[in-house]
């Protein structure tokens, strides 16, 4: 599985987890305002897995099953996630009632794109050898606002993260904007909207894309030299459904899904468009609780 691809999947689930703070918002009518700012204040963690539905590779046009862990929590203000390979942290708290989020932190990623064959159908792209399993690591800042469109209650946030191979597999920066849109409807339920794109240096394009002669000659897919830019959008929604009385506490049910499309020198290398596909699509659905 790629390392975007399980990301991809991985954040339905995250969105899906890291609702119950805004379900709680939205409706304060069974508590008063001291007892809802109490509740807001408490740390928190939630546990979701799933089952995602992905490529057998970044361009792939084979599609496989594979479980989709999540973890998040909230510690005195603080926000970290630990989900499938990738691990963050908000290294600035939040307080109860804010209205905006200043978000900045370490992000790190392990990259197991293409690093198992056994994982992958097409033969051409087996013959083209194994990758190496990069360590990405770098840091994010982002901004949210709560309370923008819908209600007093819906979050709006940008971000933007950069990371850079650390362990010599690609050793190219990777960056990444993001935007999400996260509204509760009830106490039971919420949905999101999100999207991001990827520009990646020449390194990570040469690893991943581009085909030299030796591997020509084993695959059977032209050379190929692919160089630096956007390689990638994706754009994405879920929903989540509370199982046992609101999204704050207990089971809840998450399901979305991700559109994704490669681009430039990305999109037009044989392995994405010989051997696999422009068009990249995710599923996933899971069960998560929130302690």
């Known amino acids: 599985m790629t390392h975007r691809s399980f990301l991809a999947a991985a954040t339905v ?21 001291n007892q809802i700012a109490s509740e807001l204040d408490k740390d ?10 992905l490529p057998d590779y970044d361009g792939s046009n084979d599609y496989r099953v594979v479980p989709a862990p999540v973890v998040i929590g909230s510690v005195k203000g603080f926000n970290f996630t630990v989900i499938g390979n990738r691990a963050s942290l908000d290294l600035v708290p939040n307080r109860p009632g804010q209205r905006w989020d200043i978000q900045f ?19 051409r792209i087996r013959a083209l050898g194994k990758v190496g399993t990069a360590i990405e690591l770098g840091g994010y800042v982002g901004l949210g606002k709560t309370g923008v469109i819908t209600s007093p209650y819906d979050k709006l946030s940008v971000s933007v993260s ?9 050793k190219a920066s990777i960056l990444q904007p993001s935007i999400n849109y996260l509204t509760p409807l009830s106490r039971k339920a919420a949905v999101a909207l999100f999207g991001s794109a990827q520009y990646v240096e020449s390194g990570y394009a040469d690893t991943y894309f581009s085909i030299t ?16 830019g956007w390689k990638n959008y994706s754009v994405g929604g879920l929903a989540t459904y509370s199982l046992t009385g ?18 430039g020198d990305f999109a ?3 392995i994405v ?11 996933a659905a899971g069960v998560a609780y929130t302690f």
């Not at 689930?13 to 009518?29: C, D, E, F, I, Y």
């Not at 932190?105 to 033969?123: A, E, H, Y």
């Open 13 to 33: 689930l995250l969105l899906g987890a890291a609702t119950p703070a805004l379900a709680q918002q939205a409706n304060p009518v069974p508590a008063d305002n």
């Open 44 to 53: 928190t963690v939630t546990v979701g897995v799933g089952a995602a539905y």
């Open 105 to 123: 932190g370490p992000v790190g990623v392990v990259n197991f794109d293409r690093s198992s064959l056994k994982n992958i159908d097409d033969t």
């Open 162 to 170: 950069l990371r850079h191979d650390v362990n010599g597999v690609h």
């Open 213 to 228: 002669p030796a591997q020509s000659l084993a695959s059977g897919l032209q050379t190929y030299s692919a160089g630096k």
């Open 246 to 263: 609101d999204l704050l506490h207990g089971f809840k049910l998450v399901a979305g899904g991700t559109y994704s499309r490669m681009l």
């Open 268 to 270: 037009n290398s044989p």
């Open 273 to 283: 468009r010989v051997a696999g596909s422009r068009n990249q699509w995710i599923g």
